[in-house]
């Protein structure tokens, strides 16, 4: 019989001291763990996502939301703006590119998002197979959203308004057709349906002329904070949020009146005359002629531009610009400190631990002074004797740190199935890293200092004395 | 076998106490007999090598045991040395089986299954191979106690009161036993104890 194994008995013949010592240590372990995984994924994934793009804008509201929204699709828009705004944006000589981004619509809770080719080629995403769109209509599908959906090149789906599946219903007359399927990026990319900014227009735009009585239902009024809107099915572009409170509210109840089996409305030049009519107020405050997009993904020719261009941008026009570089740094600030605060709880529970490890380890030697006085007349050495509680001691180790790194892994799997629900986003379970390794070293090295300090008596441990005592 | 010559241990209150010379010849039997209190667990213990004697030797086998250093005597009791103690002493988290498995490994790692088979059919253990020692009667610990004394067939056997808690039957059946064993591995035998009654079962002793 191998030492190994009677340590092993040693440990599970105390349960309830075991069972202490294991909660403790893994309950640290897993915390550590799984914070840090999960504030590596979320930063590492943050900041692949922003990395091809060095500032956003969009329509004035809280740059962080303008950030997630357009850079990280997380969240809902702050609006729109006007392509023609954003256009002298993308001529000005600091910027190298500003690509227009525009959504609204999600194909079974997946983004649809209109823009433009180069766009694929900052997040260095390349076709799997089939070929990138020409047409409106055409759609080439993130890696994930084609594997989780099944899609297929030539088969076409219907959009939905809105953002999240349950939102809104189909734009049933405008199938989208799947041209091509994306390789995996590892970015945001992944969840996106993407296609040219005209589908995005025209999926909202039809004619107008059959559909007269949609004038009055003008989609630039609706904040997307409007849950009820949602249920008539006219609206859309709810994203957009514009400065002024306009008094929409009524006109929905007047179209929610009308039933003229519309999914959709039109966002086009040639309505607005009309509509302009149905809603004089809104008259001054909007160009309908001008196409929209929801936000500018821009990337800087000189370092210049990031000093320069936000401040110009938030204070002469009516967009905002946002840095994501900035807003994410923020964000990860905000998670840093409750990630220290978890650090600094776990670490407290591992010193509680250790000693809980050094506590039970002494009372079991104590206890079993006269097995260790039996073993050294069977002829184990006072080496031995110490090996064997050493053994025992890491086998605690081992063990608590094996279920606490399992246990933290579990968590980010939870974590990734509810972020996967909700946002699209999913983590990885990763194998050991590096500093778990070093935390492993350092609970071993913790049990070793517990199982020393325990074994004084072994070393003084008298055995004939100690074998007449009953 | 065993031979002793001019041995004392002096206790840790300054008080020597002196012992005669006990001679054993290989697969003898020798019974120590004297009151509680002259030492004979102590003698015991120095003949084991668990004491050092204040004066005087012991030789086990041919070997002095004064000339062994620590680790060479922790060896070479548990390789030639059977101890059968007055107060059982097992391993409490480990069964029958594997309390006799684990004296068998140590020193030399030996794993004798058929041995233990053997050993633990003549002591009536062999049902109880897999139960908890706690879990075991007085009479199977007692019995248990000695096949660990054996269970490496040592070249002597030290065994301390062993009767002390049984009764006539049990008494007779127990030194018996140990006889009996001690004959089968070819083991010198040296009991030490109080009992009376052991006495007409020996023809060899030492009175302390």
Not at chain 2, 122 to 139: I, Y
């Amino acid at each position: 019989m191998k030492l190994g194994y009677l340590a092993f008995r040693n440990m599970v013949s105390k349960p309830l001291n075991l069972l202490l010592s294991l909660l403790l240590l893994s309950l640290s372990v897993s915390l550590v763990t799984f914070v840090l995984q999960l504030s590596q994924q979320l930063g590492g994934q943050l900041n692949k996502n922003i990395a091809p793009f060095d500032m956003v804008v969009g329509a004035k509201g809280s740059p962080l939301q303008l950030v997630l929204s357009s850079v990280l699709h997380i969240d809902v828009p702050t609006g729109n703006i006007k392509l023609e705004e954003a256009a002298a944006i993308q001529k000005h000589p600091f910027v190298q590119t500003g690509i227009p981004v525009s959504y609204g619509d999600n194909y079974k809770g997946f983004r649809i998002l209109g823009t433009e080719l180069e766009y694929l080629d900052h997040y260095n995403a390349e076709l799997e197979e089939g070929e990138l769109y020409e047409n409106s209509f055409e759609v080439v599908a993130g890696s994930n959203v084609a594997q989780r959906m099944g899609l297929k090149i030539g088969d076409s789906f219907v959009s939905s308004h809105g953002l999240a599946a349950s939102e809104g219903e189909a734009h049933d007359d405008h199938p989208f057709i799947i041209k091509g399927i994306l390789k995996p990026t590892g970015t945001v990319v992944d969840q996106l349906l993407i296609t040219n900014l005209e589908s995005i227009w025209e999926a909202h735009d039809h004619g107008e002329d059959d559909h007269e009585e949609e004038g009055h239902e003008h989609e630039e009024n609706h904040e997307h904070g409007e849950g009820d809107h949602h249920e008539d099915g006219h609206e859309h572009d709810d994203d957009h949020e514009h400065g002024e409170d306009h008094e929409h509210e009524e006109d929905h109840k007047h179209e929610e009146g009308h039933n003229h089996g519309e999914k959709e409305h039109e966002h086009g030049e040639g309505d607005h005359h009309e509509h302009e009519e149905d809603h004089e107020h809104e008259k001054e405050a909007h160009h309908e002629e001008e196409k929209e997009i929801t936000s500018l993904l821009v990337k800087f020719k000189s370092p210049l531009g990031m000093v320069q261009l936000p401040r110009f941008i938030n204070e002469n026009t009516s967009m905002q610009a946002a840095l994501p570089g900035f807003e994410v740094q923020r964000l990860m600030g905000l998670l840093g400190s409750g990630v220290q605060t978890i650090n600094g709880i776990a670490l407290a529970i591992l010193l509680v631990s250790g000693l809980s490890i050094f506590i039970s380890l002494l009372k079991t030697i104590r206890e079993r002074k006269q097995e260790l006085a039996l073993l050294r007349t069977y002829g184990l050495r006072t080496r031995q004797l110490l090996g064997l509680a050493f053994l025992e001691g890491i086998f605690l180790a081992l063990i608590g740190f094996l279920l606490g790194w399992l246990l933290g892994r579990l968590g980010i799997w939870g974590v990734s199935q509810y972020m996967k629900a909700s946002y699209g986003y999913a983590l990885q379970i990763n194998g050991p890293e590096v500093f778990e390794l070093f935390l492993l070293g350092l609970i071993l090295v913790l049990a070793t200092i517990a199982t020393l300090l325990a074994s004084g008596s072994i070393f003084k441990l008298n055995v004939a004395k100690t074998l007449s005592d009953a | 076998m065993v031979e002793t010559s001019n041995l004392a241990y002096a206790y840790e209150n300054g008080q020597e106490l002196s012992f005669p010379d006990i001679g054993l010849s290989e697969g003898e039997h020798l019974l120590v007999i004297g009151p509680s209190g002259v030492g004979k667990t102590t003698l015991l213990y120095l003949m084991a090598g668990l004491l050092l004697p204040s004066k005087g030797k012991v030789s086990i086998a041919g070997t002095e045991l004064s000339s062994l250093s620590r680790r060479e005597m922790d060896k070479f009791r548990g390789e030639q040395i059977g101890l059968i103690f007055q107060q059982y002493h097992f391993i409490k988290s480990l069964n029958v089986s594997d309390n006799l498995s684990l004296r068998q490994s140590f020193p030399k790692n030996v794993n004798d299954k058929e041995r233990r088979n053997q050993l633990t059919e003549r002591l009536g253990l062999a049902e109880h191979l897999h139960k908890k020692v706690t879990a075991l009667s007085q009479g199977q610990q007692q019995r248990l106690s000695i096949a660990l004394g054996l269970i490496h067939r040592p070249k002597i056997i030290f065994a301390d009161e062993p009767t002390s808690n049984l009764d006539d039957v049990n008494c007779a059946k127990v030194i018996d036993l140990l006889k009996e064993e001690a004959e089968i591995c070819k083991s010198s035998l040296l009991i030490i104890t109080h009992d009376l009654r052991v006495m007409s079962h020996f023809k060899n002793k030492v009175v302390l």
